[in-house]
């Protein structure tokens, strides 16, 4: 499986930005792909993430009613429109795919089976 993220950049605080990740070698259509990010000095952090066959999502409660991800399953690729943006959520985006319990679980790398690259979201204040 390789996925391949777009749509990092600037904005200012209070801006919106709009992620993508496109996934290519997937062999099942019951999977769950999201967001991680990583700010230097902080631990990665799952961000959001949905399942592409029933739709169910999770979002950090930090990013709760800001941000929102949703899929295309013809284009295998997960959308995540970032609203309200804080310098707080300044990091590298990364996309991932596997299991749901991968994205808020302490020791969810287990439950992951492939990781993009990063896409770097800078907000300035």
């Known amino acids: 499986v390789q996925l391949v993220e777009s749509g990092g950049g600037l904005a200012q605080a209070g801006g919106s930005l709009t992620l993508s990740c496109v996934a290519s070698g997937l062999t099942s259509d019951d999977y769950t792909i999201g967001w991680f990010r990583q700010a230097p000095g902080k631990a990665r952090e799952g961000v959001s993430c949905i399942n592409a066959r029933d739709g169910t999502t999770y979002y950090a409660d930090s990013v709760k009613g800001r941000f929102t991800i949703t899929i295309d399953n013809k284009k295998d690729t997960v959308y995540m429109l970032m609203n309200n943006l804080k310098p707080e959520d300044a990091a590298v985006y990364l996309c991932?795919?596997?299991?749901?319990?991968?994205?808020?679980?302490?020791?969810?790398?287990?439950?992951?089976?492939?990781w993009g690259q990063g896409t770097l979201v800078t907000v300035s204040s």
């Open positions: 991932a795919v596997g299991d749901m319990a991968g994205f808020h679980l302490p020791d969810g790398d287990r439950y992951l089976d492939a």
